[in-house]
């Protein structure tokens, strides 16, 4: 198959590669996704502010930009992103889960992390997808996270070859995009299949820093919505949030 159409930028170091994308936008090509990749992060960035380890050559910090097409809307992204890394993985011979919305999980511990953000140009709107994997860090380094965190080092107990690993995700990631263009239902259905070991069990999830909601999970909606079954009976849908 041909390789598929994109650019690439490969930097030292620097504050987030998302952040970097966002304010070189007007430098990318309009047709085709460009994929930043740094060395280091100063200042990395997850989810809700929080702030994501960045060690220089141990992991994969990421992020692939592209004009919105009218077909796909952002949170399809994240479902390609957690899909590549776990298809990436298993390729390491490294079975892994996705917890929803945007985690993937190595032995209950989390392995990879996906942010998707909107920036706008031209009054376009352009997908800033950032994925960080942990692929060397050792017990010392995964220490330094306040959350169970694990990397393929740690799990498989053999170090990685950075760049093999950053080109295996980037082939999946631009693949299962180019597939999900055109099937984001049955992109959908693969990424809620996915995450579905969560339903029936009990969980909290944190909405916001002084938010949670506890109850069963019920189901996964076609909008990516968890249904949440509380104490009182009601149903609650969530878009988004921290699973504990
Ligand atoms: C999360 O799990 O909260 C998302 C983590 C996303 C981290 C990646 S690393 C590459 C890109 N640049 C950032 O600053 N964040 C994302």
Request: glycine share 6%; with cysteine; proline share 6%.
């Amino acid at each position: 198959m041909n390789p598929i159409s994109h650019d690439t930028i490969l930097l030292e170091v620097v504050d987030s590669t998302n952040t970097w994308a966002k304010k070189n936008l007007s430098t990318f090509a309009q047709d085709k996704p460009t994929c930043i990749i740094a060395r280091s992060q100063t200042k990395g960035r997850g989810r809700y502010g929080q702030a994501w380890f960045s060690p220089k050559d141990l992991n994969l910090y990421f992020t692939l930009a592209e004009k919105v097409p009218p077909s796909f809307s952002l949170p399809h992204y994240a479902e390609v992103a957690t899909l590549a890394v776990q298809t990436a993985l298993w390729d390491w011979q490294l079975p892994s889960s996705i917890k929803w919305p945007n985690d993937v999980l190595v032995n209950n511990k989390k392995i990879a992390g996906v942010i998707v953000e909107e920036a706008s140009h031209e009054n376009t709107s352009w997908a800033i997808l950032g994925i960080g994997l942990n692929v060397n860090m050792g017990l010392d380094e995964l220490r330094e996270i306040d959350r169970p965190a694990t990397s393929m080092f740690q799990a498989l107990g053999t170090h990685f070859p950075i760049e093999s690993v950053r080109n295996s995700l980037k082939e999946k990631l631009l693949e299962l995009l180019a597939w999900a263009k055109n099937n984001p239902e049955l992109c959908h259905k693969r990424w809620a299949n996915s995450c579905s070991w969560i339903i029936g069990k009990e969980i909290t999830i944190h909405t916001a820093p002084l938010e949670k909601i506890t109850g069963i999970a019920e189901e996964i909606t076609e909008e990516g919505f968890l249904l949440v079954k509380t104490p009182s009976g009601k149903v609650v849908p969530v878009a988004s949030g921290h699973l504990s």
